[in-house]
C-alpha cells in the first residue's frame, strides 16, 4: 500500500483492513512517521513528535492486541493529542514560553483511556498559546500553515490537530473547545470537529482556560470516527468534579435516516461579514438535509449578537485565575536575579506569556477586580442565563440547530493579528454553543474559493447523539471527502 | 477610538494586580486593546438582567465531594522535578519578607 492510502483514511476503514490482515498497526504508524517527515517543514502542525522507537512500540502492542482478539475501536489509530493535553513524560507547553521544559508526571484521563484502548500517539500538536486564538498565529513556537494553501492560517486554537489530520499526519486528534477551538480549525481544514456537552469528557489534565467553557473533543475525517473516539475518552472520572455521570452511546444513532427531523436555522447566524460562497455553501446544505426529508425552518435567537461579549467577559475572567498559577516557582521557566518573591513572578509573568495572552489576563484581572466585578463578570453571566434560556426555547421547537461554522473560510497569514476585534468575529458562530455548555459539530460542507466551509449542528445538552446523527446523514448524501490538493509537501 | 476608557495608570494597576510586568510600550498598546473591547461590553448594559441568576457553569452538577480516603500522591521526587530551583526536598524561592 501507498504511504497516502495508509494516512488518509478513517479510522473504520483502517480497523477493517487491520481485521482483515491487509495491513498492521506498526505499518500505519510507520507511514504516518513518514508522512509528518514530509509536511512538517511545511504545515508545522506537531510540537513534539514521539521518536520512532516510542510509536513502533505502541504499535506492536496494538497489533498483538488486534492478533489475541483485544482490540477495541481505537486499538492501532495513530492520534496526536493537542499540547494543552497532559502527557507523562512527554512535554506539554501549550505553546507557551511559561511552560518551557515542563514535563508532566502524570496523564490527562483522555490520555489515559486512549492508551488503555490501544490507539496510537504519535506526538503533540501545535496550538494558540494557552488555546486563545483563532488562527494558531499565537503559538510562541511557530504558526501552523493550512493544508489547503501555504498563506493560509488552519482556524485556531486546535489548528495543528486540525491541520494534522487534514494533512494526514494523523487519523484523528484531540482538541479542546473553549469558544470554538475544535470546530472553527475543523471547518477551516475541511475535517470534522465534535465539541460534546460540557461534562461529558473529562478535563482532567487539560491546562484550563476557561473552566465553564473548556471541553476536549476529537477532529477527525469522519463523523463516525469522532463518535467513536468520544465513546472511549467520555464518562465519569473521580479527578474531574465537573465530569458528568452519563455514559452515552454516541455512535448510537449513526444509521437513523433524519426524516421528519426538524432543522432550525436560525437568521442571526448568517452575520454581516459572511462570505458570499459560505453562505451559498451553506444554503446549499440546507437543500440537502431537506432532501434527506428534514424539516427546515428559519427562527431567530436575537441574543446571539451579545454571546461575543459575554464570551470575551468570561473566558478572560477565568482565564486570569487560571492562568495565575504560572509562577516560576513549581514548572516552567523562572526569571532569576530579582531581589524578592513578588519581582520574581512578575518578571516569570511578564517574559513567559505572550502578546495575546496578556491582554485577556488584564481584561480579566479588570473584570474580577472590586468594583467593576457586578458590571463585567455578574452582568455577563447574568446574560449567559438569558441565551441558554433562549436556547432552551429553540430546543422546544427544533431537533436541532444548523449554522455555518465559520462565516468565513481560511483566512490569510496576518490579516487579522493587528485587530484583536475581528479575530474574535472569527468565532461569532462558535461561542454561542460553549456559554449555553451544547454539543456541536462542524463537518465539511464544501469549498468556496477552493477553501473548505463547515456546516455546524447544535443539539440541546446531552443531545449529542442527534447533532451526530444529522451531521453523518449530511456527510453520506454529500460525500465531500476532501482531500487538500497535496500542497504540503515542498 | 475608546482610549480615553482606561488611562496609564490604570493598566499598570490592573498589571500589578495581576503579578505581570509590562514595558512602557506594551502598557500603551494594551491601554488601547483593553479599552476597544472594553467598549464592546458597553452592549450588555441595554439588556435588562434586574432579577436574572447568573450562570457560572451550565449542567445540573453540584458540589461533588468525595469520601475522605487515604489515596496515594504523587511522590516527592516526581513532583519537584518541574521546578526550576530546588534545595533538597524544598522548592527555593526569592524571599517573601524583606
Known amino acids: ?490 | 477610538m475608546n482610549s480615553e476608557i482606561l488611562s496609564v495608570d490604570d493598566v499598570k494597576h490592573i498589571a500589578r494586580l495581576a503579578a505581570l510586568r509590562i514595558d512602557d510600550e506594551e502598557v500603551q498598546t494594551m491601554r488601547r486593546q483593553l479599552s476597544d473591547i472594553l467598549a464592546h461590553f458597553q452592549t450588555l448594559a441595554e439588556l435588562d438582567t434586574e432579577g436574572v441568576p447568573p450562570t457560572g457553569h451550565t449542567t445540573d452538577a453540584h458540589s461533588v465531594m468525595r469520601d475522605d480516603e487515604d489515596m496515594p500522591a504523587l511522590e516527592r521526587d516526581r513532583t519537584l522535578a518541574n521546578a526550576p530551583f530546588v534545595d533538597g526536598e524544598f522548592v527555593r524561592v526569592r524571599p517573601v519578607i524583606e
Open chain 1, 1 to 490: 500500500m501507498s504511504v497516502a492510502s495508509e494516512t488518509q483514511t478513517s479510522a473504520r476503514d483502517l480497523r477493517a483492513k487491520y481485521l482483515n490482515g491487509e495491513t498492521t498497526a506498526r505499518e500505519v504508524a510507520l507511514a504516518h512517521l513518514q508522512r509528518i517527515k514530509e509536511v512538517e517543514p511545511r504545515t508545522h502542525a506537531f510540537l513534539t513528535v514521539l521518536d520512532e522507537e516510542d510509536v513502533v512500540t505502541q504499535a506492536q502492542a496494538a497489533d498483538q492486541r488486534l492478533e489475541n482478539g483485544t482490540a477495541s475501536a481505537l486499538t492501532g489509530v495513530p492520534f496526536l493529542i493537542k499540547d494543552n493535553i497532559s502527557t507523562e513524560g512527554v512535554r506539554t507547553t501549550a505553546a507557551s514560553r511559561i511552560l518551557d521544559g515542563y514535563v508532566p508526571p502524570f496523564d490527562a484521563t483522555v490520555v489515559s483511556r486512549l492508551k488503555e484502548a490501544g490507539a496510537i500517539i504519535l506526538g503533540k500538536g501545535n496550538l494558540d498559546e494557552f488555546a486563545m486564538g483563532s488562527s494558531n498565529e499565537n503559538s510562541a513556537f511557530t504558526p501552523v500553515v493550512n493544508p489547503w494553501g501555504e498563506n493560509r492560517v488552519p482556524g485556531g486554537s486546535s489548528g495543528g490537530a486540525a491541520a494534522a489530520v487534514a494533512a494526514g499526519e494523523a487519523v484523528i486528534a484531540l482538541g479542546s473547545d473553549t469558544g470554538g477551538s475544535i470546530r472553527q480549525p475543523a471547518s477551516l481544514c475541511g475535517v470534522v470537529g465534535f465539541k460534546p456537552t460540557y461534562g461529558t469528557v473529562s478535563r482532567f489534565g487539560l491546562i484550563a482556560f476557561g473552566s465553564s467553557l473548556d471541553q476536549i473533543g476529537p477532529i477527525a475525517r469522519t463523523v463516525a470516527d469522532c463518535a467513536d473516539t468520544v465513546n472511549t475518552i467520555a464518562g465519569l472520572d473521580p479527578l474531574d468534579s465537573t465530569s458528568l455521570d452519563h455514559k452515552l452511546d454516541f455512535a448510537e444513532y449513526l444509521n437513523r435516516d433524519i426524516d421528519g427531523m426538524r432543522i432550525g436555522v436560525p437568521r442571526e447566524y448568517i452575520v454581516d461579514g459572511i462570505e458570499p460562497g459560505v453562505r451559498a455553501a451553506f444554503e446549499k446544505c440546507l437543500t440537502v438535509l431537506e432532501g434527506l426529508g428534514a424539516i427546515v425552518e428559519e427562527t431567530s435567537l436575537p441574543l446571539t449578537d451579545h454571546a461575543l461579549a459575554v464570551y470575551y467577559i468570561i473566558a478572560p475572567s477565568e482565564a486570569s485565575a487560571n492562568l495565575s498559577r504560572f509562577d516560576g516557582v513549581k514548572y516552567g521557566m523562572s526569571v532569576d536575579g530579582e531581589p524578592n518573591a513578588r519581582e520574581s513572578i512578575e518578571a516569570t509573568r511578564g517574559s513567559g506569556f505572550g502578546p495575546d495572552a496578556k491582554p485577556r489576563i488584564l481584561i480579566g484581572t479588570y473584570a474580577l477586580s472590586a468594583g467593576y466585578y457586578d458590571a463585567y463578570y455578574k452582568k455577563a453571566q447574568q446574560v449567559r442565563t438569558l441565551i441558554r434560556r433562549e436556547f432552551h426555547d429553540a430546543f422546544q421547537k427544533f431537533d436541532v440547530i444548523a449554522t455555518p461554522t465559520s462565516p468565513t473560510v481560511a483566512f490569510e497569514l496576518g490579516e487579522k493579528t493587528q485587530d484583536p476585534f475581528q479575530m474574535y468575529l472569527s468565532d461569532v458562530c462558535t461561542i454561542p454553543v460553549n456559554i449555553a455548555g451544547l454539543p456541536g459539530i462542524s463537518v465539511p460542507c464544501g469549498l468556496s474559493e477552493e477553501l473548505p466551509v463547515g456546516l455546524q449542528i447544535l443539539a440541546p445538552q446531552l443531545g449529542d447523539r442527534t447533532a451526530l446523527q444529522v451531521a453523518h446523514a449530511y456527510e453520506q448524501s454529500a460525500n465531500w471527502n476532501l482531500t487538500p490538493p497535496e500542497p504540503c509537501t515542498d
